[in-house]
């Protein structure tokens, strides 16, 4: 009986550490998303800002 209760034990504790994996691998994923977006979007908006000057440019030298 005793056996029985620490394997049971024993797989409550392994359930538990393997939810708390899987929570600590979202929370990864989830920061590396965030700042993978955060990135492509100051990299789109500094060439949307270079292409604006282009433009800007380029009208004020036809008139």
Same mark, same amino acid.
């Given at each position: 009986?005793?056996?029985?209760?620490?394997?049971?034990?024993?797989?409550?504790?392994?359930?538990?550490?393997?939810?708390?994996?899987?929570?600590?691998?979202?929370?990864?994923?989830?920061?590396?998303? @965030? @700042?993978?977006?955060?990135?492509?979007?100051?990299?789109?908006?500094?060439?949307?800002?270079?292409?604006?000057?282009?433009?800007?440019?380029?009208? @004020?030298?036809m008139y």
């Amino acid at each position: 009986m005793e056996q029985r209760y620490i394997d049971i034990v024993i797989d409550v504790h392994i359930r538990n550490a393997r939810q708390l994996r899987s929570e600590a691998l979202g929370e990864i994923l989830r920061t590396t998303w @965030k @700042k993978s977006v955060a990135w492509l979007a100051r990299l789109a908006n500094r060439r949307l800002e270079a292409h604006i000057v282009a433009a800007r440019s380029s009208a @004020k030298a036809m008139y």
